[in-house]
């Protein structure tokens, strides 16, 4: 008898450990700091363990959104180590901007690398590649899958539903700012821009752009455009509503002076399927909304 309890016990505590790891297992899957990689990540439902300044990423990304059991590690250029170190994912995932991270990272778990916005590439095509990459990676194809065609297939209707023609719609002037005097305005290569090229619709940008698609430029410069529809997407940094209420240079803007533009809620600029399916879908929807905007 005595033979069988201990017997017994040691099933119990065996099946116990086994229990527990399986619990671990399932909590350490995919960390990353980047927040490109994260809302693909979550968009394929795939399990993820940590994702970088959280409370930024909805401010900035706004969908999809992260689940409450997702750990925060921190800012993005400075990870919480330590508290990666208590569940180490499987794997932490970053882009080449976070590439001065990997040998600490390394310390606590495998760590991969995605590019996106590289240079001389198509980013419509980059950012299916990077879709299937993470699916494959985290054994997620078939909706891998299912999100890049669900998203030409958002295009697609977009595009056809229009009730503009695209002779009637005013070149889109797309800009974030980063001050009361200063704004991103995005062109080629951009995420944005990608999206027109799926929408049919005209960028009025024609100047040089970096790698990421944008042009940091003062406000001024956006008074070449005065045929342009000004789209400001958020967030807008702390002040800036208000100190453009009193800026007489903003005020002179032909766009603003006449009211052509359309204000859009987030949607990550440097994003990649989601982000184009979020930004796309608020895009059009101001569009069709503001008469001002056709010429």
């Known amino acids: 008898m005595r033979h069988t309890n201990l017997l017994s016990l040691l099933a119990r505590c065996g099946l116990f450990v086994?229990?527990?790891?399986?619990v671990a297992t399932a909590h350490a899957q995919?960390?990353?700091?980047?927040?490109t990689i994260a809302e693909?990540?979550?968009?394929?439902?795939?399990?993820?363990?940590?994702v970088a300044q959280q409370s930024d990423y909805h401010q900035w990304v706004g969908e999809p959104h992260i689940p409450d059991n997702v750990t925060d590690m921190g800012l993005r250029t400075q990870p919480n180590l330590e508290l990666l170190a208590q569940v180490p994912p499987k794997q932490t995932l970053i882009s080449p901007m976070f590439a001065g991270l990997k040998?600490?990272?390394?310390?606590i778990a495998p760590v991969t690398s995605f590019a996106l916005y590289s240079p001389g590439t198509n980013t419509w095509q980059e950012m299916q590649t990077l879709t299937r990459q993470l699916g494959e990676l985290t054994e997620r194809q078939p909706q891998a899958e299912e999100l890049i065609e669900e998203t030409q297939?958002?295009?697609t209707r977009l595009r056809?539903?229009?009730?503009?023609?695209q002779s009637k719609i005013?070149?889109?002037?797309?800009v974030q700012f980063m001050d009361a005097r200063h704004v991103r305005v995005f062109g080629e290569n951009s995420l944005y821009n990608a999206v027109l090229e799926q929408l049919a619709l005209?960028?009025?940008?024609?100047?040089?752009?970096?790698?990421w698609g944008f042009a940091l430029v003062g406000i001024e410069a956006l008074a070449r455009y005065p045929e342009a529809t000004l789209v400001i997407i958020d967030p807008l940094p702390a002040g800036v509503e208000e100190q453009l209420a009193k800026s007489g240079l903003w005020q002179q803007l032909p766009s603003v002076k006449h009211d052509n533009l359309v204000h859009l809620p987030p949607a990550w600029s440097f994003g990649a399927l989601p982000s184009a399916q979020r930004f796309a879908q608020e895009l059009i929807t101001a569009l069709e909304a503001d008469p001002a905007v056709s010429n």
């Open 170 to 174: 005013a070149p889109l002037l797309m």
């Open 18 to 22: 086994v229990c527990m790891l399986t």
């Open 202 to 211: 005209p960028n009025a940008w024609d100047q040089p752009t970096n790698a």
């Open 160 to 165: 056809e539903s229009r009730p503009l023609s």
């Open 40 to 50: 693909t990540l979550l968009a394929i439902n795939a399990p993820v363990s940590s």
């Open 153 to 155: 297939a958002l295009m």
């Open 30 to 35: 995919w960390a990353t700091v980047d927040w």
């Open 103 to 107: 040998p600490r990272l390394e310390r």
